[in-house]
């Protein structure tokens, strides 16, 4: 999958990586940080600065891959409603 084929339209889509980054993981089931880079295409340097950035704002949690031992996978916190 490429970004281009994600059912967002990116032509309304301006700011940074990790406003990109956001929709995207809004959008997708949680994603590995290799797979975040095949389907942006950002670096891996990018993608690390962009994940932790989000993280450390509270908008993205980091959960353990239970598929592959050691690896991450990255999506949206979601809020409960009060």
């Known amino acids: 999958m490429r970004l281009s084929e994600l059912p967002i339209d990116l032509t309304r ?4 990586d990790r406003f990109i980054l956001y929709v995207l993981l809004e959008s997708t089931k949680p994603l590995t940080s290799d797979e975040i880079e095949d389907i942006t295409s950002f670096s891996a340097r990018n993608v690390r600065a962009s994940t932790k950035r989000l993280r450390d704002c509270g908008h993205i949690q980091q959960i353990p891959n239970p598929a592959k031992g050691g690896s991450y996978l ?3 916190v979601v809020e409960v409603p009060a």
């Open 13 to 16: 889509v301006r700011g940074t």
């Open 74 to 76: 990255y999506e949206p």
